[in-house]
């Protein structure tokens, strides 16, 4: 495990599990990916997103990932350090200047989209403006309401993947109030609840979709998703946390990351009857694979120059090109629709320029406004309170 704090904003902060980070940012990189395919689905109407099929999972991978880092961090300081309130400073100060700035970049790129919705109706000034307000606060969009601007029902028309964002608040707002006095037995079983309840719904296909593609919208059934995709993996990632022992393993991020890369390439499996067959491979992943992932990940460190720099930029970015790429995969789909291109193999030029201008604009948003805005909130906020609290 290695020392790295160069995008940490806390005086305080843990050293980092090295391969996790770099595993976030393999899995959000995948997503980058999938989504210029969700772009080729969407233009042509299609019911089903190829290449890679499964890395909408990368999303429970994340809440996996954030409840073993979040126990890691906090577990043992709640009634010493740390109060709810202070908890949820740090959670805000780490995440929300990257939520602002996807907010802005989304009504940028729907102004240079034309202000319409997909259907072509131009859609008021006012409302765009509403409609930022509402996501630089996170207050998700009902589907059908004046600031619901695409009109395709996203909870955070501006930023469609902001919604994970949604419950991962959630979940940390949870896990303040409660979560993280369980012991381990009760968290075990809260746990197993959690997972009995999101097994039902993914291998019912509760919401009809054939996937567990839910929680980008406020409707009932993608709400219960959503929140069920959430607690489920973060709580699985806080066991994971309680009871890791690290074991002996060489070439464990690598090992991870092909098996990421495997798990996400498999194809979509059809069939309802008598149970999702593709809801069996979605809970295979995030029940059995990922926790060992998780578990593996942790208990690596790099032996290089090559892989620890790769996990670190890889760390990173992870956060920030998640929250930021989307808005201009916006313009990339109305490009795509309106020119009627179908397949990568017409566009793959510009898709690959999207992913790396992506990437790079991550890098610079990371080190020229989240890591100063950070560092800032934190001195303004956080430190002075620290250092009276080790003074007394």
């Known amino acids: 495990m290695q020392q790295l704090k160069a995008s940490a904003a806390f005086s305080d902060t843990k050293p980092h599990y090295d391969l996790l980070d770099g595993l976030r940012g393999v899995a959000a990189i995948l997503v980058l990916w999938y989504h210029v395919f969700e772009g080729y689905a969407f233009a042509a109407n299609a019911p089903i997103i190829e290449n890679p099929n499964h890395a909408y999972l990368a999303v429970d991978f994340f809440f996996i990932l954030s409840g073993f880092v979040i126990a890691y961090a906090y577990d043992d300081r709640w009634g010493k350090s740390m109060s709810s309130g202070n908890f949820f400073k740090r959670r805000l100060i780490r995440l929300h200047p990257m939520v602002v700035m996807g907010a802005v970049l989304g009504?940028?790129?729907?102004?240079?989209?034309?202000?319409?919705?997909?259907?072509?109706?131009?859609?008021?000034?006012?409302?765009?403006?509403?409609?930022?307000?509402?996501?630089?606060?996170?207050?998700?969009?009902?589907?059908?309401?004046?600031?619901?601007?695409?009109?395709?029902?996203?909870?955070?028309?501006?930023?469609g993947p902001a919604w994970s964002l949604f419950f991962e608040y959630i979940g940390n707002i949870l896990y303040a109030l409660f979560i993280h006095r369980f012991s381990n037995k009760a968290l075990a079983v809260w746990t197993a609840i959690m997972g009995i309840c999101l097994a039902f719904f993914t291998l019912t296909d509760y919401s009809g979709y054939g996937s567990l593609g839910v929680g980008w919208t406020l409707d009932s059934v993608n709400f219960i998703g959503g929140l069920l995709r959430m607690l489920f993996p973060f709580s699985l990632g806080m066991l994971v946390c309680r009871y890791f022992k690290p074991v002996k393993i060489r070439g464990a991020f690598w090992i991870c990351s092909l098996v990421l890369i495997g798990l996400f390439y498999v194809p979509f499996i059809p069939g309802l009857e008598p149970i999702c067959y593709n809801g069996v491979f979605e809970m295979v992943c995030i029940m059995i694979v990922f926790p060992i992932l998780v578990w593996?990940?942790?208990?690596?460190?790099?032996?290089?120059?090559?892989?620890?720099?790769?996990?670190?930029?890889?760390?990173?970015?992870?956060?920030?090109?998640?929250?930021?790429?989307?808005?201009?995969?916006?313009?990339?789909?109305?490009?795509?629709?309106?020119?009627?291109?179908?397949?990568?193999?017409?566009?793959?030029?510009?898709?690959?320029?999207?992913?790396?201008?992506?990437?790079?604009?991550?890098?610079?948003?990371?080190?020229?406004?989240?890591?100063?805005?950070?560092?800032?909130?934190?001195?303004?906020?956080?430190?002075?309170?620290?250092?009276?609290?080790?003074?007394?």
Not at 312 to 330: A, M, N, Q, T
Not at 351 to 380: F, H, Q, S, T
Request: glycine share 8%; hydrophobic share 45%; charged share 15%.
């Open 296 to 392: 593996l990940g942790a208990s690596g460190s790099t032996t290089d120059t090559i892989s620890s720099s790769v996990c670190k930029f890889l760390g990173d970015i992870s956060f920030p090109v998640y929250i930021i790429h989307y808005p201009f995969y916006y313009l990339f789909y109305a490009w795509l629709i309106k020119n009627q291109y179908f397949t990568f193999g017409e566009t793959w030029i510009v898709a690959i320029l999207l992913m790396a201008g992506n990437i790079i604009l991550a890098y610079l948003c990371l080190k020229l406004y989240d890591e100063p805005v950070r560092k800032y909130l934190a001195k303004r906020f956080m430190h002075k309170r620290q250092q009276a609290g080790r003074q007394r």
């Open 107 to 159: 009504v940028i790129t729907f102004l240079i989209q034309g202000s319409v919705q997909w259907d072509g109706t131009h859609v008021a000034t006012s409302a765009v403006m509403i409609a930022l307000l509402c996501a630089m606060f996170f207050i998700p969009a009902v589907p059908g309401c004046s600031y619901e601007i695409r009109g395709n029902g996203e909870m955070f028309p501006l930023n």
